[in-house]
């Protein structure tokens, strides 16, 4: 017993170290280290309590995801959601009526496409990593290794040429790493169900460690007129997991198995140079 | 908190990482290390490399059959150069040779990490760890290899090994195999340039190592833009060199 009581305290002593760093209580948080990753619990938005309801599946259609058994199917959006405009309902039902009439449909991260934000932070499987310094973050996901760079403690640009992760500054707030972000092109989707956005498509992310940091848990805001009816507001978990970062890529090559009608993977026509 | 832990994690060990982390203090991580970080510019592209001291490539029989082989392959398309038609990594030396900015960033502690605009490569740097074998790694290949530094002076020493055969070592097909080791010194050489000097070991290709080096004007009023392959990119061609075709 004494040997399990030593044990424990050596342990709550280095959890105290790695949070001491946190302290006092909500001191600048860290997601950083160079052992350890943040990996998607599933790959749908959490709605906030009392708020609208982000997309989900229709009910008239199983969905059946991968490695559960059976054999999986694509997701078929709810567009009855009533948060949803018309162009959001008439785009959605386009993806649905090419999953039905056969289409893959893939998400767009399996297609090797940068998948914007916030769709960045519902990439599965692989884990996502931060790098902190006192002016900026990046956000490293091993999936394909796509980085998005957050500027801290500026202003957004007067003017933002639209690009896939549009232009993100940030600030802590306490406990919470607050990442504010524009200029988004208008070629990613918001969710898995691939739920369009505009250019106009404003999205705010509020980072925070919880049950001790074994989870990073992201509330993401997103306004956009041209979608969504009331601003809607969701949550993601992340579970910690100690892994390194790898060299990771999409596509080697054109993937086209089986001959399927499948979105194409980036490709350059002719060499950048 | 059994996963900080786990059953093969004695407590002698637990206290002595612990008492390791405090008496370490500021010199753990990047405390004392000289400031390589910021974001570089190249202003010179050569599609061919250019060695230390002039010359051709050293190439062994082996070596000059398969550049010979990557010259027609590409000239006639039989090869694909990937890193351009499918956005891959460009891979060891060729990566150096980027018309496109990159940064360095000395962290998170125990690492550097490099990101280059270029095909978004993140090359992650251990700090000071045992460089393990070509065997251990052999694996596990990847196209800008798996790199190991330490601190020189002033000069990062990253060594890196464990590469696959997929990449050149320049634009015009220079080839390598996948026992190549590359070990690279960067260092400030002013207060806005950073020089690469990379040494090339490639016994099986090349009858001696030789090496290139590369000098990148600091840009931090530059910010890293996003890179889809085949989509419209930055403006290059202020780099002596590029053309575009």
Known sequence: MPIRNVHSLAVGLLAGFACCCAAPALAQPNFSAADMGWVAVGTEWTAVPGGPQPVKQDPAHRYVPNNVGGQPTFRIADISNPNLTQFAKDSLKKTND???????????????????????ILTPAQPLFFLQTAAQVRMMHQHDNDVRRIYLNV??????????YGESVGHYEGDTLVVDTIGLNDRTFVDNFRTPHSDKLHVVERYRLV???????????MEDPAVFIQPLRVTKRS????????????????????????DPVPMAQRPDF | M?????????????????????????????????????????????????????????????????????MAGLKDGSITDDARKYCTPDGPVRNLATPYPFEIFQAPPGQVTIIHELNHQIRVVALDKPTPKYEELVAFPFYNGHAFGRWDGDTLVVESLGFNEKTFLDATGAPHTDELVTTERIRKISPTELEIVVNVHDPDYYTRDWQARFVYKQRNDVRLEDYVCGEPHRDITTVAGVRRP
């Open chain 1, 98 to 120: 090419e999953v039905l009439a056969g289409k893959p449909m893939w998400s767009r991260s399996a297609r090797c496409w940068a998948t914007g934000v916030p769709g960045f």
């Open chain 1, 155 to 164: 202003p957004h640009s007067t003017e933002v040429k639209p690009s896939w």
């Open chain 1, 211 to 221: 049950e001790g940091g074994r989870f990073l848990e992201t509330e993401v805001l």
């Open chain 1, 239 to 262: 579970r910690r997991v100690e892994a390194k970062l790898s060299e990771w890529r999409c596509a080697a090559g054109e993937i086209n198995y089986f001959g399927y009608d499948a």
């Open chain 2, 2 to 70: 059994d996963d900080l832990c786990g059953r093969t994690c004695s407590t002698p060990a637990l206290v002595v990482a612990f008492a390791a982390l405090i008496l370490a203090g500021p010199a753990f991580g990047q405390g004392k290390a000289p400031d390589i970080s910021g974001t570089y510019w190249a202003t010179q592209y050569n599609a061919k490399v250019q060695l230390v001291g002039g010359g051709e490539l050293p190439l062994t029989a082996k070596g000059k059959e398969a550049y010979e082989k990557n």
